[in-house]
């Protein structure tokens, strides 16, 4: 059989620890000449797999697609292959594998992915994809944590608002200080608007007669828009917005509040006041569509007590608009429920995979780290011999402090990334057994959760659900999909029945 090989990294630490190109390639190609495979033709390149837009990857998939013959193509793990569940790729090539197309391997991994696989064999393969979608997202939430501590420091993290400059502190900090060629124009702009003679429009023209630019290079004139997003922050009176949440700053304001105050009770008398929705505690709101026309489930109270849901019929020309009990929809969701629970037998076959796989991350972690460690004491070392030559007169003063600024900045982004990792490895399979306990008491916490709660629930579990006439037609995301499936088969062997098939 003919073998591709397909090696990728999409980070700077993968780049240099044991998941490099040369080292993905190597295991694939020593797997391939183990398995006998025909000469390797083996593809390695740099691109990220938590994107839509994947040029490179694409541009094999299109090779793989062409190829008339049976081939195995090859990664060194599932996380190599894409760390989005939801990528049409990896449906792509899955549906390939099961129809015999070709075969897909994870040499690390120790996973092959064929027309003959078993359904545990299928579910492990989802669990693989899953925790590597997980890996990505607690790195991701290790950064969202750095940034709510400096949040909570009263430290903007991003780009300072026009009327501020961002500055580099002696000590390698990060500061925000006032613009001194912007900020009285950032003033006169909250001023003007307070008197209630100023349009939008009108300001615009009234800063670019002044000259007020917009902080970048380019130095162009802001824009209406611009000007309103100036209006509404309250980063100019002492406080910052961000992701719908406020923290005090510690910087210098501009304004007072009660300036800000009457700003935004200006801007409200030109617009009728919104019109503020009391949401009701409606369990399946946002959680269903229309299988005939797509509209959204929508759900009101009728008869004085009585939660009922029906399509919107947005277009006008459904032919599914039932109305149908919440409590009718609650039963079709116990039952699904229900089969979510897990055999002890399969149970301990799960966790003895999660094991194994625990001990293959655990090597890569520690590579990782070996590798970061050497390359920070690296840098210590070349701190204490510039130390050295600066006493001795060797470099000047204005070169070591130059060199120990540069320096010291790489050391801390290494000991950030360290800490990213290490608090990864350390929730990473807590995350994957707590994953398994929730689906074996999916039906149990539905049962004692309020409305809230049930939807919650259901929102992790769901994606894409629809109603056809009464008839919930749930889709259940990735691993949870496979658990239904194997208990459906009951005795965990390969399915006949297409419509058991779990969702890509």
């Known amino acids: 059989m003919k073998a591709l090989g397909i090696a990728r990294v999409s980070t700077p630490e993968q780049k240099e620890a044991g998941n490099s190109l040369p080292a993905q390639v190597a295991r694939i190609e020593k797997y391939c000449r183990i398995k006998t495979f025909d000469p390797v033709e083996t593809f390695s390149f740099d691109e990220t797999?938590?994107?839509e837009d994947r040029d490179k990857f694409d541009s094999i998939l299109d090779r793989i697609i062409e190829?008339?013959?049976?081939?195995?193509?090859?990664?060194?793990?599932?996380?190599?292959?894409?760390?989005?569940?939801?990528?049409?790729?990896?449906?792509?090539?899955?549906?390939?594998?099961?129809?015999?197309?070709i075969e897909l391997h994870f040499v690390s991994d120790g996973q092959v992915i064929n027309s003959q696989i078993s359904a545990v064999e299928k579910f492990q393969f989802g669990i693989s994809l899953g925790l590597a979608k997980y890996y990505s997202d607690a790195i991701s939430d290790n950064v969202k944590r750095a940034t709510e501590q400096k949040l909570r420091r009263g430290e903007w993290p991003t780009k300072a608002p026009i009327g501020y400059l961002n500055i580099d502190l002696e000590d390698e900090k990060k500061w925000i200080e006032v613009d001194t060629q912007r900020?009285?124009?950032?003033?006169?702009?909250?001023?003007?608007?307070a008197t209630t003679a100023y349009s939008m429009e009108m300001l615009r023209r009234k800063a670019k007669e002044e000259g007020l630019t917009n902080n970048t290079v380019s130095g162009t004139y802001l824009t209406k828009s611009q000007i309103e997003l100036i209006l509404k922050n309250p980063f100019y009176y002492g406080e910052m917005r961000y992701?719908?949440?406020?923290?005090?700053?510690?910087?210098?304001?501009?304004i007072s509040k009660e300036l800000f105050d009457?700003?935004?009770?200006?801007?409200?008398?030109?617009?009728?006041?919104?019109?503020?929705?009391?949401?009701?505690?409606?369990?399946?709101?946002?959680?269903?569509?229309?299988s005939s026309c797509g509209c959204r489930i929508t759900f009101e109270t009728a008869k004085g007590k009585y939660n009922y849901g029906h399509c919107t019929n947005y277009y006008k020309n459904c032919s599914n608009v039932v109305w149908i009990r919440e409590e009718d929809i609650t039963d079709q969701f116990k039952d699904l429920l229900k089969g979510l629970t897990i055999d002890k037998e399969v149970l301990e076959e799960l966790v003895k995979?999660?094991?194994?796989n625990h001990t293959a991350k655990v090597e890569y972690h520690e590579r990782t780290m070996s590798n970061l460690k050497a390359e920070y004491d690296k840098l210590e070392n070349?701190?204490?011999?510039?130390?050295?030559?600066?006493?001795?007169?060797?470099?000047?003063?204005?070169?070591?402090?130059?060199?120990?600024?540069?320096?010291?900045?790489?050391?801390?982004?290494?000991?950030?990334?360290?800490?990213?990792?290490?608090?990864?490895?350390?929730?990473?399979?807590?995350?994957?057994?707590?994953?398994?306990?929730?689906?074996?008491?999916?039906?149990?916490?539905?049962?004692s959760?309020?409305?809230?709660?049930?939807?919650?629930?259901?929102?992790?579990?769901?994606?894409?659900?629809?109603?056809?006439?009464?008839?919930?037609?749930?889709t259940l995301q990735m691993p949870f999909d496979a658990i239904l499936l194997a208990n459906k088969t009951k005795d965990w062997l390969l399915g006949q029945d297409s419509n058991l098939e779990p969702s890509r």
């Open 183 to 193: 900020a009285d124009l950032v003033i006169k702009i909250f001023e003007w608007y």
């Open 262 to 290: 009457k700003v935004q009770q200006v801007k409200q008398n030109w617009h009728k006041k919104p019109f503020k929705y009391a949401a009701k505690p409606f369990i399946y709101r946002g959680l269903l569509s229309c």
């Open 382 to 447: 070349r701190l204490t011999k510039m130390y050295e030559d600066k006493l001795d007169g060797s470099i000047t003063g204005d070169k070591y402090d130059s060199l120990l600024s540069k320096y010291k900045g790489i050391q801390a982004d290494i000991l950030l990334q360290m800490e990213r990792h290490s608090k990864a490895d350390e929730s990473y399979y807590t995350e994957a057994n707590k994953l398994l306990e929730l689906a074996s008491r999916a039906y149990e916490i539905f049962e």
């Open 67 to 101: 190829e008339k013959d049976k081939i195995a193509v090859c990664f060194d793990k599932v996380d190599r292959l894409s760390r989005n569940v939801f990528d049409k790729r990896v449906s792509l090539l899955y549906e390939k594998a099961l129809r015999d197309e």
């Open 353 to 356: 995979e999660l094991r194994d």
């Open 449 to 474: 959760s309020e409305a809230d709660g049930k939807r919650e629930l259901l929102k992790y579990l769901l994606q894409n659900s629809e109603m056809k006439g009464r008839k919930v037609i749930p």
């Open 49 to 51: 797999a938590y994107k």
């Open 243 to 254: 992701r719908d949440n406020i923290y005090p700053h510690s910087y210098k304001p501009l």
